[in-house]
């Protein structure tokens, strides 16, 4: 069974201070994705990553995959109020299937 | 917004009732999902409608039952539920299949939160 583990669960940081998440699995995806979740509402894509050590930039949002694509991480700089929410990251495994990661969840206080 | 609705947005239902939930993408999509999300447990996939036939049914109980009757909207029929399955049921589409060398992203509606009592 695939599954994609990600720590920290929870975090609760300050305004202004930096962050990171980290996605991981024992099996390597084709792509992988991250979306960000409010409560109440779907989750919404961010970026998606395809190539192994790829680093992509979303403002102050930093995502990388790992070079055997088995691994991901997501670094926010100054972290704001707005960033709150929960923080998923999906692996595409077969021909129409995403696997899910456990979800870190996100308060940052003003 | 997405580009996909679902309605309605919640719904409490008991065991015996019958009820249907609804997903309409506007964004030319040829691939459907419907996702079970349970407090403390990851998206779980329930089912992939392509070009309108059901590629994937993942060990789902018979008492969920998808319809897809063209690619824009999906339903998922609901009768004799249980309290377990309590949860926030997302509705998700993309441009078409995982194909080796490309990928395609979800998209994903607000969900419908279903109660059963």
């Known amino acids: 069974t695939q599954l994609l583990e990600q720590s920290p669960q929870f975090l609760s940081i300050q305004e202004g201070e930096n962050l990171t998440v980290y996605c991981n699995s024992s099996s390597v995806f084709s792509s992988l994705q991250w979306y960000r979740q409010e409560p109440g509402e779907g989750p919404v894509l961010l970026v998606t990553v395809v190539t192994g050590g790829e680093v992509k930039k979303l403002k102050r949002l930093t995502f990388q995959f790992g070079d055997a694509r088995k691994d991901s991480s997501l670094h926010i700089t100054a972290a704001q109020p707005g960033d709150t929410g929960l923080y998923l990251c999906a692996g595409a495994s077969g021909t129409y299937k995403y696997i899910f990661g456990t979800g870190t969840r996100l308060k940052v206080l003003a | 917004e997405t580009g996909v609705t679902q309605t309605p947005r919640h719904l409490v239902m008991g065991m015996t009732n019958k009820k249907s939930l609804k997903c309409e993408q506007h964004?030319?999509?040829?691939?459907m999902y419907w996702y079970k999300q349970s407090a403390k447990k990851p998206l779980e996939l329930m089912f992939v409608y392509s070009l309108e036939e059901r590629v994937e049914n993942n060990s789902v109980p018979s008492r969920f039952s998808p319809e897809c009757p063209n690619s824009s909207h999906l339903f998922l029929h609901l009768h004799t539920l249980q309290p377990e399955d309590s949860a926030l049921y997302l509705c998700?589409?993309?441009?078409?299949?995982?194909?080796?060398?490309?990928?395609?992203?979800?998209?994903f509606g607000p969900g419908t939160r279903l109660t059963v009592t």
């Open positions: 964004l030319g999509h040829n691939a």
């Open positions: 998700a589409s993309s441009q078409g299949s995982i194909l080796a060398g490309t990928y395609y992203e979800q998209y």
